[in-house]
C-alpha cells in the first residue's frame, strides 16, 4: 500500500490549532470592521496573466502556474491584492470610492520551506482602493498597528517610500549617464528589499554607475529614524542648486508625503512607527509609501516579518481607470506562531444510554431517548452520543478521554421514570433528574467551578 504524504511546504491543522486560527480570525475581523471595511472574497485560482502583468519577477519564479482542461494559463494566487482590484474593475467600477475591502485567505508560493514559510499560507489583508493619500495611507499602517495590538502582539513598523527610491535612483542613473529600463530599476529595487549589498554593488557597476552613486545609494537606504526625512532632503537637494526643487521637485513632494503621513499617525492615531528609507518591498507594483512590521518575538527567526503594504497602481493593467489605492497583508500563519492563546476547554455533555444486552426493542427505545435528551441539552452544551453501541463502562470511558465534564445516563429504570442520571464526572457524584433540572444542575456547577 502506498503510504500518500503531505505537500511539501503544506500544513495539516489539528483541532487545537484550528481554534487559535478562528479566534485570531475573530479578532482580526472584528477591527477591520469597526473601521468599516468590509469582507470579499476572490477565487483560489485566476488568469496567470493577473499576477505577471506587474507584481514582478520574485513573485513569477515562485508562482504555481498550470493550464486547465481548457487551455487556460492558471495560477494559484500568490498573493490577494491583483485579484481585489481585479475585482473592483469587473465589478465596482461605478461603486463610490474610496472602497474598504478586507480579505482572509490561502495564497500559495512556491518557496523553499522553512519555519514560518510554506508554500501554502494565509494572508490576512485591507485594501483601500481609490486612495493614496497620506489620509489613506495613515489609516491602512493605524488599522494594521489596531489589529496587532487586539491580538497582543508586539511589532514594529517601519515606513519607507518606493518613490523617493526611485527618484534617488533616477538622479544617480542621471549623474553617472546611466540609463536603466524598467526591468533593472525593478531589479534594482528587489535587490534593495533582500538587503543584498554585494550584489547591488556588481550590477550598478556593470551598468557604469560611479562609485559615489553606488556609496550614496547606500547611504539614502540606510537612512532610518527621526533625521532619516532631514538627511533624505539633503541628498536629493545635493547637485540641484539652491532650493533643490528643480528635477527633484517630485522627489521632495513625496518626502512632504511621507512627512504628513507621520505626523498623522503620530499626532492623530498615536500610532508608533520609525522611517525607514531602505524599505523597498518586494513586489513590483508599489508607487508610493511602503512599510513593512516585524515581529519582536524571536520565536520567527528570520521570518520576522508579518505585514507588508504599501500604495500601488494596478486597476489600469486589468482594464480599469488608473486608481491609486493603499492596502497590506499580514501574513496569518506567522501571527500564529506567536498569539499568545490558551484554548478555552469546553463543556462536553456525553449522554450515555445503558445498552445492556437488553432486547432488541428497548436499546431501541434507549437510543431514541438518548437523541432526544441530546437535542435538548444540545441547545445549552457540546452533546455528544454513542455511534459504536457500546456498553456503559466503554461510553464512560470514552467520555472521560475526550475530556467530557457530565455524564447523562440514561437506562431501564429512567426511561420508565421519564428522567435522566446526571454524573459529574469530575467529582463522580451523581443524582436523579428530570432533563429540565439536568440542564440547570449543570449550569450551576460549572458556574461554581468558575468562580
Ligand atoms: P507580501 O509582503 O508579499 O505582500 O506578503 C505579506 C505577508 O505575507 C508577509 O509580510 C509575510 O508575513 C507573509 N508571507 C509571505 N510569504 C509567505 C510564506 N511563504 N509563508 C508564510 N507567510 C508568508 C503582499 O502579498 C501584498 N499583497 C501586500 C499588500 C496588500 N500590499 C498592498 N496591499
Redesign the pocket.
Known sequence: MVKVERVRGTRDFLPAEMKKRREMERIMREVAIKWGYEEVQTPTFEHAELFTLKSGEEILKEMYEFVDKGGRHLALRP???APVIRMFVNELKMARKPLRFFYFGNCF?Y?EPQR????E?W?F?A?IIGADSPEAQAEIIALAHEILNALHIKGSIEIGHVGILRDFLAKLSEESGVSLNEDEKNRIMRLIDKGAKGQIEEFMRAKGFKEDAIADLFGMVSLRGEDALKEAREMLRSGDGENGENSRGTALDKLRELEAVAELLSEGYGTPFTLNLGIA???DYYTGLVF?IYAEAEKLGA?R??????S?RIAHLFGGEDTPS??????F??LSEIFPFEAPSDLKVVVVPVLRKADAGLRRDLQIAALKTARILRSHFVTLTDVLGRNLSAQLAYADAIGASFAVIIGERELKEGRVTLRNLRTGEQESVSVEECVRKIKEQECSKEG
Open positions: 498573493e490577494l491584492t508560493r518557496e514560518a514559510r510554506y508554500r499560507f494572508q489583508g485594501e518591498r518586494g513586489l513593512e521570518q516579518q508579518i505585514c507588508g503594504g504599501g500601488y493603499t492596502g497590506f497583508a499580514f501574513g500563519d506567522r
